[in-house]
């Protein structure tokens, strides 16, 4: 029992950055079907950033606020600079640019970082906290709060404000939405701003639990893929929902199998979804398959 | 005037779908383009509200020229359209789809005119926390007109408004076009339903593979033999 629920605390705070990373993923699938195969790199430069700064001297509240703007500045730029020049090509060919992007971010994280694995410490303590039999690290609950309280804040967003409804709508039928004056340009710009925002909040709050280095992005972005695949591409509640149950099926498995396992569940699932489901768990029929 | 276009050309890819348009449309006008499957009435209106691609010729609205203007710059002018096949949001609620409409503008002005809409469409009223998707397609149309109008438009273009409705609602479609004209809505309506369009326009105009081949007024053309011979089936 106490071991069942120690898997699951470690399954729900990876499945919370796996949610974010997922958001990601249906954000900007959303405004443009582009597959942005770049997100798990925003969650690299979020925390390495972060890590770098706080171990520089940077109070780590400002630290994280300097690496979101960094990340988010990176997202606008590649959506800038490699998405809209290409934006009359195939969705395909624009997803292997974002994958040359990936591969361009880690080179330039090599670069400007190092290949060292970087740490952060977590933000209140390491006295784990004892319920029922297991241990729950405080940085635990700041993945899962921070996670929460953005989830809420993204959905306030897509259902409150007049321009979150505008990119709701621009995903629902971009013709319509030109016809009524909503800007498509700027709604692909800010969802490349807010995918980034999120992987760097993702990036942040992981790396006092899992480290980061310049390829740390490579696994995170794919589990948070294979998150947004099971609930459903471009479904805001299917990622997060995705997210929980890759996470925790792959403490599960890492736990009563074998921990050498725990990468390949991820994949597992990608290819069980593509193969028998490929509209995820929530996802609408006929989506364009890629 | 308010529209003036002159030897408009489009083409989807190497296919020429306009071939030198030139038409005009009058501030409190309305005016109707009728034309074949294919004749290049949809083209045309995607040229004004800029999301087709112009290859020749120029668009004046109020003496502006909007010919490469971005679509959001034309609905903010007063260019508003309501698309082939009605296009509401469907996962939406009624009430979003009409603040979408609206989505230029802000202020008091704008609850308003979702009052107005809702007076005008009282079966909006009654489903404005419906998914616009739960619609039929009578009322999806209605919704479309409305949404168009929350933009407070100066001219607003309608793409085969009465396309797949039942007789009966075909006529209702046109009741509100009928009273929108008599409100002093400046109206550029594309029409299959030759007949109904040409009863009610001041002037027309008939598009034939890109090209327009003959126009006058709307109840000089319900006359004309051509016409009669080409599109009122007579
Ligand atoms: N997306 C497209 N790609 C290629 N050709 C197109 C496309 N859309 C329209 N066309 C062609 O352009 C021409 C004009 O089409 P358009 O849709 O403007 O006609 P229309 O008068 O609106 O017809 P309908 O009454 O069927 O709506 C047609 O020959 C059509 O085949
Ligand atoms: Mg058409």
């Known amino acids: 029992m106490a071991e069942l629920l120690q898997y699951l605390f470690a399954g729900l705070t990876s499945g919370a950055i796996y949610a974010l990373a997922g958001l990601g993923f249906a954000i900007i699938y959303n405004a443009s079907h582009v597959i942005n195969f770049a997100q798990g790199e925003f969650i690299m430069i979020g925390g390495m950033a972060t890590a770098t700064l706080t171990a520089a001297g940077v109070p780590l509240p400002a630290a994280a606020l300097a690496a979101m703007a960094l990340t988010m500045l990176v997202g606008v730029a590649l959506e800038k600079f490699a998405i809209e020049p290409a934006r009359d090509a195939d969705v395909v060919t624009i997803i292997i640019i974002t994958i040359g992007a990936s591969i361009f971010l880690r080179g330039a994280a090599q670069l400007v970082w190092d290949k060292e694995f970087h740490a952060l410490a977590p933000f209140s303590g390491e006295d784990p906290i004892r319920v029922l039999g297991a241990t729950l690290m405080p940085q635990s609950l700041w993945v899962v709060g921070v996670a929460m309280a953005v989830i809420a804040g993204l959905w306030w967003f897509f259902n409150r404000t007049l321009f979150g409804k505008a990119m709701l709508a621009t995903s629902f039928n971009r013709l319509a939405a030109q016809l009524m004056g909503i800007g498509v340009k700027k709604v692909l710009m800010v969802s490349f701003a807010l995918s980034a925002a999120l992987g760097a909040i993702g990036g942040i709050v992981v790396t006092p639990i899992a480290f980061t280095n310049y390829e740390a992005g490579i696994m995170l972005g794919l589990k948070g893929f294979s998150a947004a695949v099971l609930g459903g591409l471009g479904n805001g509640m299917g990622a997060v929902v995705g997210g929980l149950i890759v996470g925790v099926a792959e403490a599960l498995g890492a736990g009563y199998v074998s921990s050498a396992y725990k990468d390949a569940i991820a994949f597992v699932i990608i290819l069980f979804v593509l193969f028998f489901m490929p509209n995820g768990l929530f996802g609408k029929k006929g989506v364009d398959r890629v | ?234």
């Open chain 2, 1 to 234: 005037m308010l529209l003036e276009i002159d030897g408009l050309a489009s083409h989807y890819g190497r296919i020429q779908a306009l071939d030198g348009i030139s038409l005009t449309v009058q501030e409190g006008e309305m005016v109707a383009l009728v034309g074949a499957n294919g004749a290049g009435k949809t083209t045309l209106l995607r040229c004004l509200s800029g999301v087709q691609p112009v290859s020749g010729g120029r668009i004046r609205f109020d003496g502006t020229d909007i010919t490469r203007a971005a679509p959001e710059r034309r609905v903010s002018l007063g260019i508003a359209q309501v698309p082939e096949g009605r296009q509401v949001f469907g996962p939406m609620s009624v009430e979003d789809n009409l603040r979408l409409g609206a989505y230029r503008r802000q202020g008091g002005a704008v609850a308003a005119d979702m009052a107005r809409m809702y007076d005008l469409f009282p079966v909006l009223f009654k489903k404005r926390e419906l998914p616009a998707g739960t619609l039929s397609g009578g009322q999806q149309q209605m919704l479309a007109i409305a949404r168009a109008l929350m933009s407070a438009p100066r001219l607003l273009l309608l793409d085969e408004p009465s396309m797949g409705l039942a007789p009966l609602l075909v006529e209702e479609i046109f009741q509100v076009v009928r009273s929108l004209r008599d409100q002093g809505v400046t109206i550029f309506l594309v029409e299959q339903n030759a007949h109904a369009a040409l009863a009610l326009a001041d002037r027309a105009y008939v598009l034939e593979t890109g090209s327009v081949v003959i126009q006058g007024a709307g109840q000089a053309l319900l006359a004309d033999e051509r016409v009669k011979a080409a599109y009122l089936g007579l």
